[in-house]
């Protein structure tokens, strides 16, 4: 029979595990109907981005905190912990990929003659652009 501490670790494990992460789902950074847009559509739908955008940062901040207690327990007490954590990171890549449909955005609002649409959110991207690079992509540049 397991100790009792080591059984509600494990409960507790697997209770995680459930919520182990899923899988990127980027939006198209151009779209068919791109060419239909007015300056209104054009502006509704960059707000919905940055909305978008928000909802997934918080997404990310919370995945990143739960794999650091993952980490801590798997290092602390429980090594079967580590393979619950979520390493694939899907909201980076989904906001990316709203990022870049905001910018083809823009540059639509430019070449129909509105005006660009203003982000709300200049803030949260200087700090999202200030966390380091991996290294493989630093090398590349000159």
Known sequence: MLPRSTALILAFSLALAGCAGREARPVASTNPSDSAF???GITREFEANERQISSTVKERTDA??????LGATGVLLFLPALFFMDPKSPEKVEIDALRNRNNVLTSIAKSK????PKSQLTELYKHLDSKPKPASSSGSRN
């Open 64 to 69: 990143q905190g739960k794999n650091i207690v």
């Open 38 to 40: 007015d300056c209104a």
């Open 113 to 116: 003659g509105c005006p660009a």
